[in-house]
């Protein structure tokens, strides 16, 4: 579920994307103000309220992020358990699943593989997603895009579902929420071995979008960090590879003893200040997607049109055999 409306793109273009990702990310602003005022918000956030016992959240590719910011939202708004989960482990996690009433599936099409192993439980089932559902026993999360992008990495089809899960979370006040939506300048060398990326639960969607980004377009080789396991010996690979840092800042005792290290042993030191609240983190999400444009763009790389791997083919339609 990695791009706008990706199976029915995919199907027509036979994969190909446009190479316009300068043309999305101009765009990205304006969709996601025109989702928050398209989107029947008063009654999406009256059910997600309804949301009350301890619930899975699942979503793959750019989806995955959202469902990553929906376990937060859910977690932190209606103060009920929750966990995130890939659609493939709910095939493993199935019979430990008793302590669970609910599973939320993000999909912007709606219509993945994905969703089909979510809703394989006798779990209330929710689904957040561009398209509505009326099936019977599905839960429609659905918000507004009526402008959808195509492209291989989903810029607009990953942010408007967190923008629409943080308006929730802010009860209705989205203007703070298109004033986090702005554009981000960078200026360093890219090039390196690879990026390692400073994280921990307050910043986990934006490293995830990092991470899926970096996969996904080819542009980059992501290691994840937690910033405390990586007091633990994980500082060893500075040592032996050229690689550049990407930091999140919170401002905390930890942070300024790495960062004041860091430096030694990194080609660069990407600082990246952030706040650990959910709006902040919905405001680094879109600093890493003008991070990923800047690396992409001095790598002569378009992340809207990838020159993916021919594999990509027949993977994306598995949905038989074995998982």
């Known amino acids: 579920d990695r791009s706008s409306a990706a199976s029915d793109v995919y199907k027509r273009q036979g994969f190909f994307m446009e190479k316009n990702m300068n043309e999305n990310f101009k765009k990205l602003n304006n969709r996601v103000v025109d989702s928050l005022n398209d989107t029947d918000l008063e009654k999406l956030n009256y059910l997600l309220s309804k949301i009350k016992d301890p619930t899975l959240v699942s979503g793959v590719g750019g989806s995955s992020i959202v469902a990553s910011f929906a376990s937060k939202i859910l977690l932190m708004k209606n103060m009920i358990i929750t966990k995130c989960v890939e659609p493939r482990d709910l095939k493993y996690f199935k019979e430990f699943m008793n302590g669970y ?19 394989d439980n006798n779990l209330r089932h929710y689904l957040l997603s561009s398209k509505e559902n009326n099936e019977k026993g599905i839960i429609s ?37 298109i004033d986090s939506t702005k554009e981000y300048d ?9 990026f390692e990326i400073f994280t921990g639960f307050e910043t986990l969607s934006a490293s995830k979008y990092l991470e899926s980004t970096m996969v996904e377009a080819g542009i980059g080789i992501p290691v994840i960090h937690d910033k405390y396991s990586y007091c633990h010996g994980r500082s060893t690979l500075s040592k032996t590879y050229n690689n550049i840092a990407i930091y999140f800042n919170l401002g905390t005792d930890l942070d300024k003893l790495l960062l004041s290290e860091l430096t030694k042993y990194y080609k660069e030191v990407i600082v990246l200040d952030s706040k650990p609240t959910l709006l902040s983190e919905y405001n680094l999400l879109v ?37």
Do not use: H
């Open 101 to 119: 009433k609910n599973i939320l599936a993000c999909s912007y099409s709606g219509a993945n593989f994905g969703v089909e192993l979510a809703f």
């Open 141 to 177: 999360l659905n918000y507004v895009c009526k402008d959808p992008e195509k492209s291989f990495i989903s810029l607009a089809a990953t942010l408007i579902p967190c923008a629409i899960l943080l308006n929730y979370y802010l009860d209705n006040d989205y203007q703070r929420i």
């Open 186 to 194: 960078y200026n360093f060398d890219v090039n390196c071995d690879a």
């Open 287 to 323: 600093k890493c997607m003008y991070l990923t444009k800047y690396i992409a763009s001095q790598k002569e790389k378009d992340l809207s049109g990838v020159d993916y791997n021919p594999i990509v083919k027949k993977l994306y339609r598995f949905n038989k055999g074995v998982w």
